[in-house]
């Protein structure tokens, strides 16, 4: 719920308008589940909102850890739709601690994209913007009990099951509430969305004076290679225009996202023509992701050796290249790997 919803209830269970920032305070801002803990909110209030509203929809059914500071949880919704959350812990190399979220917008995928776990079943629903937040609240659980020095998530990317920019309104719902001061009051800035690349959503985005990180998942250098990869693909031209209005509009970098796929896109020649694609971008990032192997995709993860030829060859064109680590292989962290598995478990 945002502000105006929230003093809606508040108001219907017999409380003040003001209190609905209070009540905004103890769920957004100190992610506080009982009711019964906001203990300025009146003990009359407390039983009003008890009685009709429940603060959470889902439940985790799944925690994997692989050992090296990630963690997924899987979250079961209320109609038994399964979706994932992934929590990255990394010590930076100035020191700071880093914890990241990966984030979902839907269950299932309607892009189709080949290697992607996720577009395997196709799209089951839209998550509402509750449901988007809730992940944030059973991690915000999660990191409680690990009770590490940084507590709370220093960065939240939108890169989990699904494809943001189709759920358009529940997004921005979500992010809104995320980065409000009522709310969350989490910094646009420490925000990414990715996207397949809806070029009219991006737009949209745009214009939404938030300053919210887009990546832009590109995996191709020409509309054949890339509808290849994704079926869904909108076209390149349009797709890379957006990305410079949105620049335009928010001032902040894009990143390009290039998934290798061995034998596909993983070349030198294609290399060189990445370099061609992004080289006029202001200040282009590309990262790097070696495939992560999926099951009935009949895709190859790259070389070792493909991998690194190929980032080289961006990197002396002064491309800001980085490969993304693999992290919890153990953990079925491609997109929607733990979903395939947790469905196939219950319906077998
Ligand atoms: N739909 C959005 C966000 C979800 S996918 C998007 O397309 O960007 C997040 C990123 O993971 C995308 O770049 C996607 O292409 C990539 N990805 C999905 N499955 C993968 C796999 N098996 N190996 C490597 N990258 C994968």
């Not at 508040?10 to 506080?32: D, I, S």
């Not at 100035?94 to 269950?107: H, K, P, Y």
């Not at 079926?231 to 390149?236: S, V």
């Amino acid at each position: 719920m945002n502000l105006d919803e929230l003093r809606e209830a508040v108001v219907a269970c017999n409380g003040k308008p003001f209190q609905a920032k209070q009540l905004a305070q103890w769920l957004y801002g100190k992610r506080e589940l009982e009711f019964d803990r906001m203990t300025n909110l009146s003990k009359e209030l407390r039983n009003n909102l008890q009685q009709r509203y429940r603060l959470l929809t889902s439940t985790v059914v799944a925690r994997e850890e692989s050992g090296e500071g990630t963690t997924k949880l899987g979250i079961r919704l209320h109609d038994g739709m399964i979706i994932e959350a992934v929590l990255m812990r990394e010590t930076r190399a100035d020191g700071a601690e880093r914890v990241t979220t990966c984030i979902s917008t839907q269950a299932g995928c309607a892009m189709g994209c080949r290697f992607c776990a996720s577009g395997q079943l196709g799209l089951k629903r839209h998550l509402s913007a509750g449901e988007i937040l809730e992940q944030l609240l059973h991690l915000s659980v999660l990191m409680r009990e690990q009770a590490q020095a940084v507590d709370w998530l220093t960065n939240v990317v939108v890169m989990g099951m699904g494809e943001p920019l189709h759920n358009f309104d529940n997004l921005l719902k979500a992010l809104t509430i995320l980065n409000a001061e009522w709310g969350f009051h989490f910094g646009a800035r420490r925000v990414t969305v990715s996207t397949v690349g809806l070029p009219d959503r991006i737009r949209q985005l745009a214009e939404q004076g938030y300053q919210f990180n887009l990546a832009i998942s590109l995996h191709g250098v020409d509309d054949a290679s890339r509808t290849a990869l994704i079926p869904t693909n909108a076209g390149l031209a349009k797709i890379l225009d957006a990305a410079k209005y949105y620049f335009e509009q928010t001032r902040r970098e894009v990143t390009f996202e290039y998934t290798l796929v061995g034998g596909k896109n993983d070349d030198l020649d294609t290399a060189q023509r990445l370099v061609e694609l992004v080289k006029d971008f202001p200040r282009a990032n590309v990262n790097l992701i070696p495939m992560n192997p999926v099951e009935n995709s009949g895709l190859e993860t790259p070389t070792t050796e493909a991998v690194n030829v190929f980032t080289e060859e961006l990197r002396l064109a002064g491309v800001n290249v980085h490969v993304r680590r693999r992290r919890g292989r153990r953990v079925q962290a491609a997109c929607g790997q733990l979903r395939l598995k947790l469905e196939e478990a219950s319906s077998g």
